[in-house]
Structures are given as structure tokens and as C-alpha cells.
């Protein structure tokens, strides 16, 4: 395995989503507080990374291994184990690795900020294995986005609020909520892209049990309710309400693009890329709007 496949085994492409949240956290700490501990907070970024990139390893090794992953039913060349014939142990020790970081960065957080810390760490861990892995996998049923989006929308957010030092009451939650719904989106039209694979395997994802034009529906109602929850975290002024308007429309208009070309297999690699230009927009506007907040 080299460099290149084991970035394509993390999809470090899709870090974007983790790093959306953290960097949202940080403003909104920035924002409430006046300032961010930084050292901590880059051992922070560390630990989530490297939980976020074991977990993708994980789901790589077990949806080839559960022939999830084949090369009838998936065109994505970044599967190196269908495509390039990598091992899919690589995948799983690569997990395991990550892992270890993880754990190193997040005991040395226990021991400046407390046990609440490794209490979320450990369920980030148990949640990072089981949404691929166990005898009952999360990503296998209706509520897989709301646990990928939960963790890395919310549980995220509210570790770097807890390590620097914030409380984390109702404030803190609503703010993570329109993360949650986006991310939501993002895994949703993955799944509807899926559909067909994901139904041979077996899997009874929420795409799949609405079909894929109420996925459509679905998709586009995460994204209206992740712009419209931030009118009810933040205070928005006028200026606030034009921007936050501006980058709901455009996100539309990628939805809508979206739409057209369809969703399925051949397709989820624009679909895919599209709905990461979407959320780009969403971070971008919901960043803005704290600062201006």
C-alpha cells in the first residue's frame, strides 16, 4: 500500500466534513469567549482526524469484505481494494492504527480537561467501529445519518467547546444542529446513490426504504432546515439574513443540478462532489454569520 491508496482508503477528501465542524467550533468559541487555547485545540483537531479517517478504513475494510464493495456495483476508482487490489487488511490495520493516535491525543485531553472527555471519546471510538463493523452495522439501517451526522455535526462541536472551557448547555447544542442536518444531507445522497448496491448486500438504509425520489425530498429538506436552524442559534441582523439567504439559494441550485443528472452508481462521483460544494457553501455561510453574530 502506498501513499496514495492509503489516503484513498481514509478518503481524505471527505476530512471536510470533519474539519467543517471543528473550525465552526472554533469560531463559535472564538466568538463567545474572545479567545481559543490553541494547544489544545490542535490536539483536538488530531484526535478527531485521526478517528474520522480510522472510521472510513473501517467502512472501507468491511463493505469489501461484505461485498458491499464490488466491481459489478461500484465505479468509484478511489475503492482501491476493488480496483487496485490492495489488500483489505491494509484497511483494517490502518483502523487500528488511527486508533492508537486517537487514543494517545485523547488521554492526554483527559488529563487537562477531565473524565467527561474520555467519556466522549470512548463512544466516539465505539460509534467509529460499529457504523461499519459488529454483527449489526449502524450504516446498515434508516439511522445512519443521524449518527454520522450526530457525531461529527454535534459531538464534535461540543468536544472543543468542553476543552475550551465552555459550558455545554442548550446554546451549544442548537448551534451544532444545522452541521448535523448538512452532513445528514451529505450521507443521504450517498445512500440514494447506493441504492442499488446497498439493496443487493442486503442493507436497509433509509434511501432505500423511501425510494429514491422521497430521498430527493429528504435531501432537500436537511439542507433547508440546516440554513434555517441557524436563524434560531444565532441573532441575524439584516446583512446576516441576505448572506445566510444567498448561501441557502446556492445551495439549492446544487441541489437542483443534482437532480437532473440523477442519482445512482454511475453518477456518485458528481453527486458526491457536488453535495461537497454544497456543504463548502454551508460552513462558509454559517462561519460568516458567527463572526458577524
Known amino acids: ?8 482508503i481514509v478518503e481524505i477528501r471527505t476530512k471536510i466534513v470533519s474539519i467543517s465542524t471543528l473550525s465552526l467550533g472554533f469560531l463559535y468559541v472564538a466568538r463567545v469567549q474572545g479567545h481559543v487555547e490553541w494547544v489544545v485545540g490542535l490536539l483536538v483537531i488530531a484526535a478527531a482526524l485521526c478517528v474520522d479517517m480510522a472510521t472510513t478504513a473501517f467502512n472501507s475494510f468491511f463493505d469489501f469484505e461484505r461485498k458491499v464493495d464490488s466491481k459489478s456495483t461500484n465505479r468509484e476508482s478511489d475503492k482501491v481494494l476493488v480496483h487496485q487490489g490492495v489488500p483489505s487488511g491494509y484497511a483494517l490495520l490502518t483502523s487500528l492504527i488511527l486508533y492508537g493516535l486517537a487514543g494517545i491525543f485523547g488521554l492526554v485531553l483527559v488529563v487537562i480537561h477531565g473524565w467527561s472527555i474520555l467519556v466522549l471519546g470512548i463512544a466516539s471510538l465505539m460509534v467509529g467501529y460499529l457504523y461499519s463493523g459488529g454483527p449489526y452495522p449502524i450504516s446498515r439501517t434508516p439511522v445512519g445519518e443521524v449518527f ?39 450521507l443521504t445522497v450517498n445512500n440514494t446513490c447506493d441504492i442499488q448496491g446497498d439493496t443487493a448486500a442486503g442493507r436497509r438504509t433509509l434511501s432505500i426504504i423511501l425510494g429514491k425520489n422521497k430521498s430527493q425530498g429528504v435531501i432537500a429538506l436537511e439542507i433547508l432546515f440546516a440554513y434555517g436552524l441557524i436563524f434560531l442559534t444565532l441573532p441575524i441582523s439584516v446583512f446576516g439574513g441576505v448572506v445566510a439567504l444567498g448561501g441557502l439559494g446556492v445551495s439549492l441550485l446544487i441541489f437542483r443540478s443534482m437532480v437532473h443528472q440523477g442519482f445512482s452508481h454511475e453518477t456518485k462521483g458528481p453527486s458526491m462532489g457536488q453535495i461537497s460544494k454544497s456543504f463548502l457553501v454551508f460552513t462558509l455561510t454559517y462561519g460568516l454569520l458567527i463572526l458577524l453574530g
Open 148 to 186: 454520522a451526522g450526530g457525531f461529527l455535526g454535534s459531538v464534535l462541536f461540543i468536544v472543543v467547546a468542553i476543552t475550551q472551557n465552555m459550558e455545554p448547555g442548550w446554546p451549544v447544542f442548537l448551534a451544532t444542529l444545522p452541521s448535523l442536518l448538512h452532513i445528514a444531507a451529505i
Open 1 to 8: 500500500m502506498n501513499f496514495t491508496q492509503f489516503m484513498r
